[in-house]
């Protein structure tokens, strides 16, 4: 088995030099994951699901890509911008080692309910590279309660026309329509079912979407925020794609840019 992923691992990391590019047809590695805090999961677990991956932040410091990539991370969404001016001083580092070690990652923003939507699609767009092979880029919308700045909580109709703008803006600097990552009590709050046009990334830590999210629509599920995976120190959020690994392969091949 170990021989095997190295191998696999080598051939990843041949794939992601040849220009740079992640390969739409990155073939899918087991999860080795754990979880600090498990949830005992009833009915269908994430574990039924094989495709696996991570989003991460500044807070995942030091990451051996090759390590995770070769232990079950199949995509990454790294955190890039928040608001009109702060930029994830370790996106631009991850986002090349992710690629060099073959693993499909996109850009995602954290989105501020005191600034426009232009104002915020302008600073994505500059500081995210159009990068050959990325997947689609991400608009995280929650409420923000504990930030020093911005504690603002808009009308839902303001909240969806406010992140329509900023999708739009975003979707033609990059030629990809970008998902919408959010939480339940925001997707409630604010009826983002009604943006049914767009790719769901949902947040649920206790139970299945199909459950607390009435059923809606999702590509990808973030299921644990404790889990561990080899190559990254301490805990991080761990997603799981909606489908098998044709399934995988396909949406690849149509997302990736």
Not at 58 to 74: E, K, S, Y
Not at 82 to 105: H, I, K, Q, S, Y
Not at 174 to 202: A, C, K, V
Request: hydrophobic share 40%; aromatic share 14%.
């Amino acid at each position: 088995m170990v021989l095997i992923r190295l191998i696999l691992l080598m051939a990843l990391l041949a794939l992601a030099a040849c220009g740079g590019k992640t390969p739409a047809s990155a073939p899918v590695t087991s999860a080795n994951f754990s979880d600090a805090k498990p949830h005992p999961w009833d009915g269908r677990s994430p574990d039924s699901y094989p495709v696996h991956g991570i989003d991460i932040s500044r807070w995942q410091t030091d990451i051996d890509w090759p390590t995770a990539r070769a232990n079950g991370v199949n995509f990454a969404f790294i955190k890039a911008t928040e608001g009109g001016d702060l930029l994830d001083p370790a996106f631009r580092g991850n986002w090349a080692a992710a690629a060099r070690a073959g693993v499909p990652r996109g850009a995602y923003h954290f989105y501020y309910w005191c600034r426009p939507a232009e104002e915020q699609a302008r600073w994505f767009i500059q500081n995210v590279p159009r990068s050959p092979g990325a997947l689609p880029p991400v608009l995280d919308v929650e409420w923000t309660p504990f930030s020093p700045t911005c504690t603002r909580r808009p009308p839902a109709a303001e909240v969806r026309a406010e992140a329509e703008r900023f999708m739009t803006i975003v979707e033609r600097h990059y030629g990809q329509r970008p998902l919408i990552y959010t939480s339940i009590d925001f997707f409630e709050d604010n009826e983002m079912w009604r943006m049914s046009d767009h790719d769901f990334w949902l947040r649920s830590v206790a139970g299945h979407p199909k459950d607390v999210y009435d059923g809606h629509h999702w590509t990808f599920w973030q299921y644990t925020g404790t889990g561990l995976v080899p190559g990254i120190r301490g805990k991080t959020d761990i997603n799981v794609f909606a489908g098998g690994r044709q399934a995988w392969a396909d949406w690849l091949a149509r997302h990736s840019r």
